[in-house]
C-alpha cells in the first residue's frame, strides 16, 4: 500500500480558508493546497475542510473511473467504443487480458481517502475540546459520515480484489509502517458492518435547508439512510438475509414517509403505478403519451426524491466535472460516435433488431434511455429524454449532451429502486430448495416478485389505466427462476451504474463457481472464447490483480494466483 504517496493528499484536497456557511458551501468549496499539521486541527472548520476533501476525491477521475470500470468494464454490459484507441489499459480490460501492470489496477486513489477520514477520527475529538462551538453531536455526527466513507471505499476495494491491506490507522509519517498484508474479504466485510452499526444513530438524519435545491445537499453527503443503504447491500454479500431486509425496509418506510410528507400527508396517486412505491413515474404529463419525465429526474437534474446518495457535481464550470462520463460513455462532441465504451454487441443487436430479450418488451423506457444507435451509451450522458408512443411505435428525443470535459452528471451510488432489488435478491435467497414452495417461501415469493414489478412496471412506457404487467408472476415460481429475475431487473435498471460485475461476483461467490458469470460474460465476445472461458473457471479470476508497483513496496501482499504464479493456496476451480 504505497502510503507514502498520499499521506498529505489529505490536505491538499480538503481544506478551506474560511467557515462554512451552508451546506451548499460545504458541497462547492475549493480546497486550498499546503497546511502544516501542527498549526491545523483547531475548530470545526478545519475538520469540515478535511470531510470536503474527502468527497471531492471521490469525485476526482482516479476514483471516478475505477467505480465506473470496476464495476461494469469487465460484464455483459460493456463492449469497445470507437475512440478507445487512447487507453490501452481499457482495451485489455475489456478482453480480460488484465495484467499486473495494467493502470486501472492502482488503488492509492481509495487509500488516499480512507486516509483522511482515519485522521478526521484522530483529531477531531481534539478540535472540540479546543472549540466551543463543536458540539459533541456535531462531533460524533462528523465521526459517522468519515467512518461512512472508509466503510464504502474498503467496500470498493474488496469487491474488486477481494482480500486488501486494512487500517484504521492515520498514517501522517514516513516511519509509519506501511507494508500491510492483505487481510481476508469476510474479515474486512465484518469490520465495516460493525463500524456502520456503531455510528449509524449518530449520522445525520437531515442537513439544514439550505436552499431551495435541498435535496442537494440531503442526497450528496453521508446520511443515516446512506449508511442504512450500505449496511443492506453489506449484509447481503455476508449473506445475512434478514439484516439485508431489516435495513432495505428501513430505507423503504423513510423513502415512503418522505413521499407522503412531500404530498401534505397524501399518498400520491401517481405511485399506482409502482404498487405504492415512492418511484419517480416516467409519464410526463396527464394525457400519458410523452415519458422519460424518471430519466431525468433521477439523472438529468439529479439529487431526485428517489436518490439516497450520489456524488454531486455542480454546474459551475470552476468545479469538478464528471470526466470518466465523458472519456468513457459520451459527451455532446463524441456522443454520435461513442466515448471509450459501448453496450455490448448482444445489447446492441437486441435493440436494433427489436427482439427487446434484454429489456424484455418495447414499452421499456431505459431501453431508449441507456442507449442509441444499436450501442452508443448515453446514460449520463445526456439530461433529457422523450418518448413518445401515440403512434405505436417508439418516437424517441435525447437532448441535453454535456461538452466534453463538461460533464455535470451526478454519480449515483444508492437509489431507492437498487435498495428494492437487494431485498429482493435477499428475499429469493430465503425460499427454500424444497420442489413446492412452502406457506413461508410463498410469502417471500410473493413480495420478492412485487418488489421487482414495481420497478418494471415504473419504466412502462403506457398510462395506468392501459398496463399489462410484463413479468407474469406464474413464470417465474421457483427459487431458481425468481432469482434470475432479480438479476435480470438489477442489469436493466442499473445498467451502466457501476453495479453489475459486482452482481455476478457476488453471485458467484454465493453458488460457489462462475457458471451464471461467465455465461453472461461470454455473451459480449466473438472471439477468444475458450481461453476466457477457460480463464473463468478460476473463481480468483472474478477478482482483480495487485499491481505490480504495490508488490514491489510491499513484500507482505502475495499475488492474485489467476494473475500470477499460484503461490498461494486460494487457488479454485469450479
Known amino acids: 500500500m504505497r502510503i507514502k504517496n498520499i499521506i498529505w493528499g489529505v490536505f491538499a484536497a480538503g481544506v478551506m480558508s474560511s467557515g462554512l456557511s451552508s451546506c451548499g458551501d460545504f458541497l462547492e468549496l475549493e480546497p486550498q493546497n499546503e497546511i502544516i499539521l501542527e498549526k491545523f486541527w483547531n ?67 481509495f487509500y488516499s481517502i480512507i486516509n483522511r477520514c482515519n485522521t478526521v477520527i484522530k483529531y477531531a475529538p481534539g478540535v472540540a475540546k479546543k472549540d466551543p462551538n463543536f458540539s459533541d453531536s456535531e462531533l460524533k455526527a462528523d465521526i459517522a459520515e468519515v467512518t461512512a466513507l472508509r466503510a464504502l471505499c474498503y467496500f470498493y476495494l474488496i469487491r474488486t480484489f477481494r482480500d486488501v491491506p486494512y487500517s484504521t490507522e492515520a498514517f501522517i509519517d514516513d516511519n509509519q509502517k506501511m507494508d500491510l498484508p492483505a487481510t481476508k474479504f469476510d474479515v474486512v466485510l465484518d469490520t465495516l458492518i460493525g463500524d456502520l452499526e456503531r455510528v449509524k444513530d449518530d449520522a445525520v ?127 455532446s462532441k463524441n456522443s454520435g460516435i461513442m ?3 459501448s453496450a455490448s454487441s448482444f445489447i446492441g443487436d437486441d435493440m436494433e433488431s427489436k427482439t427487446f430479450a434484454v429489456f424484455n418488451n418495447k414499452y421499456d423506457a431505459r431501453a431508449y434511455e441507456n442507449i442509441m444507435r444499436g450501442n452508443v451509451i448515453i446514460k449520463y450522458a445526456h439530461t433529457l429524454s422523450q418518448i413518445n ?34 431485498k429482493a435478491e435477499a ?100 472471439s477468444n472464447t475458450s481461453a476466457i472461458q477457460n480463464k473463468f473457471r478460476k473463481l480468483d479470476a472474478i477478482f482483480w490483480p495487485y499491481n505490480v508497483d504495490e508488490l514491489k513496496v510491499n513484500k507482505n501482499l502475495h499475488q492474485n494466483p489467476a494473475f500470477g504464479s499460484g503461490e498461494n493456496n486460494s487457488y479454485k476451480n469450479n
Not at 463538461?406 to 437509489?415: E, Q, S
Not at 413446492?436 to 417471500?444: A, G, K, L, N, S
Not at 436493466?492 to 457458471?515: A, C, I, Q
Open 389 to 422: 408512443f401515440s403512434s405505436g411505435t417508439a418516437e424517441v428525443t435525447v437532448s441535453g449532451f454535456f461538452p466534453e470535459n463538461k460533464v455535470k452528471t451526478n454519480w449515483i451510488i444508492y437509489r431507492l429502486s437498487d435498495i428494492m432489488l437487494l
Open 205 to 331: 438524519e437531515k442537513y439544514p435547508e439550505a436552499s431551495s435545491a435541498q435535496r442537494l445537499y440531503q442526497t450528496g453527503r453521508i446520511t443515516k439512510m446512506a449508511i442504512y443503504a450500505m449496511l443492506c447491500e453489506m449484509y447481503l454479500w455476508k449473506k445475512d438475509y434478514n439484516n439485508c431486509i431489516r435495513y432495505a425496509d428501513l430505507v423503504i418506510d423513510r423513502m415512503k414517509k418522505q413521499a407522503k410528507e412531500a404530498n401534505g400527508g397524501m399518498v400520491n396517486d401517481d405511485y399506482a403505478k409502482t404498487n405504492g412505491y415512492p418511484l419517480i413515474p416516467t409519464d410526463y404529463n396527464s394525457s400519458m403519451s410523452t415519458y422519460g419525465y424518471a430519466y431525468n429526474q433521477i439523472f438529468g437534474t439529479g439529487n431526485s426524491s428517489e436518490s439516497i446518495f450520489e456524488l454531486t457535481f455542480m454546474p459551475d464550470d470552476n468545479m469538478p466535472s464528471n470526466g470518466a462520463v465523458s472519456l468513457c460513455y459520451g459527451n
Open 43 to 109: 475548530e470545526k472548520t478545519d475538520v469540515d475542510g478535511i470531510i470536503a476533501g474527502c468527497y471531492s476525491g471521490m469525485q476526482s477521475n482516479n476514483l471516478m473511473l475505477r467505480m465506473m470500470i470496476w464495476g461494469e468494464f469487465r460484464s455483459d454490459n460493456i463492449s469497445r467504443g470507437q475512440n478507445l484507441d487512447k487507453d490501452l489499459n481499457i482495451e485489455n480490460v475489456l478482453k480480460e487480458n488484465i495484467l499486473a501492470t495494467n493502470f486501472y489496477t492502482t488503488w492509492d486513489g
Open 427 to 526: 428475499l429469493a435467497q430465503l425460499i427454500s430448495n424444497n420442489e413446492t414452495f412452502t406457506e413461508q417461501d410463498e410469502r417471500y415469493y410473493n413480495e420478492a416478485f412485487a418488489l421487482v414489478n414495481a420497478v418494471n412496471k415504473r419504466s412502462l412506457c403506457q398510462p395506468l389505466s392501459q398496463i399489462k404487467d410484463t413479468l407474469v408472476a406464474t413464470a417465474y415460481n421457483t427459487k431458481e427462476k425468481i432469482e434470475l429475475l432479480v438479476m435480470q431487473e438489477r442489469q436493466r435498471e442499473l445498467m451502466f451504474e457501476g453495479k453489475r460485475w459486482y452482481d455476478l461476483v457476488r453471485r458467484s461467490l454465493r453458488d460457489g463457481n462462475t457458471n451464471f458469470l461467465s455465461t453472461q460474460v461470454l455473451q459480449k465476445f466473438t
Open 339 to 341: 466515448g471509450y465504451a
